[in-house]
């Protein structure tokens, strides 16, 4: 049997669970693969067409149905994370491969959202020092003024489990929390101690907009020249939910024309993130590249996890299965 295990960029699926162990049990070859194989088809087929199982680390390689009918010898694909949009389980079950799915901690993703949206108020992409940027007065002492938080306007675009967890920080802080999605309702706001705004009010009223949508057809682009013009000269645009929900040409258009202060953003249409990206290079930005999720309990949880799927489908009892 081979396994291949992918984007583990960090180089950490090894010692974080026991491939190594499971590798003996199943006379197996595993192959880590610690660079990203691009985004050509011909390339990752090429590199992946001997593998029979592949771990995959959440979205970062994606499997449409040209890439899956290309891998004959494809027989498991394990998702670290609980759902994938990049892999399409329609074809996968056409084919007969076997999609398996791990465990994922959501206070992750919360928490780095939370980072964003106070390095964002308080202008730590600015000010922070580092061995690089001296602490010293003539690296620029106090160059800008930070906004604070208590009393000013959270709004969250999205009220499910990241956005409940995000809103009661908000709570915390002392922000009055606004929410909005096309299928939220008032009792389910209240639940959350939020309250419910139309798009409109949401977008023209908040200090600070949260994103927390999940990535489907409906919600593709549903941010665009509309609802950012509806916002602040002075207000932060947050996004560490999926690049498409966010009108990538609107964004950029609304920060160079300065009709948006600042955008805090954890993911890009593109990933990894080419040098020549527009938005990367947009002024106005402060970026992160996708780690809302990448910390060492998640991925012990997603490896350790990986390792349970991997023996449980050699077995001939696959659990977790998506397709």
Not at 18 to 47: M, R
Not at 58 to 70: D, H, K, M, Q, S
Not at 114 to 137: G, K, N, T, Y
Not at 148 to 156: E, I, Y
Request: charged letters at 20%; zero cysteines.
């Amino acid at each position: 049997m081979r396994i291949a295990i992918l984007d583990d960029y960090h180089n950490v699926a090894r010692s974080l669970a026991d491939f190594d162990g499971l590798a003996a049990e199943l006379d197996a070859e595993i192959t880590v693969f610690t660079e990203h194989l691009g985004h050509e088809d011909h390339t990752v087929i090429e590199a992946l067409l001997p593998f029979d199982a592949i771990v995959a680390m959440r979205e970062r390689t994606p499997f449409p149905a040209a890439r899956l009918n290309a891998l004959p010898n494809l027989k498991l694909l394990v998702t670290t994370g609980r759902r994938n949009g990049s892999i399409d389980l329609q074809a996968a079950q056409d084919r007969g491969i076997v999609v398996s799915h791990t465990g994922y901690v959501a206070t992750d993703a919360a928490e780095h959202t939370w980072a964003l949206i106070l390095s964002a108020a308080r202008r730590l992409d600015v000010e922070l020092f580092s061995a690089d940027r001296p602490l010293a007065a003539d690296s620029g002492w106090q160059t800008t003024l930070g906004m604070g938080l208590s009393g000013k306007t959270l709004g969250v675009y999205g009220l499910g489990n990241l956005g409940s967890r995000v809103a009661k920080v908000g709570l915390a802080f002392g922000m009055r929390v606004i929410a909005y999605s096309q299928n939220l309702t008032k009792e389910r706001a209240a639940e959350a101690g939020v309250e419910l705004v139309s798009e409109a009010e949401l977008f023209s009223t908040s200090d600070i907009v949260t994103v927390h949508l999940k990535l489907s057809e409906r919600s593709t682009g549903v941010i665009g020249p509309k609802q950012l013009a509806w916002m602040r000269p002075d207000s932060i645009l947050v996004n560490t939910s999926r690049s498409r929900i966010v009108q990538t040409g609107a964004l950029i258009d609304a920060l160079e024309s300065r009709r948006l202060h600042l955008a805090a953003v954890d993911v890009f249409d593109v990933e990894p993130l080419p040098a020549q990206d527009r938005l990367a290079n947009t002024r106005g930005v402060i970026a992160t590249p996708h780690i809302g999720y990448v910390t060492i309990e998640q991925f012990e949880m997603f490896y350790r996890d990986a390792v349970e799927d991997l023996r449980a489908w050699a077995s001939g009892a696959p659990i977790r299965v998506l397709a």
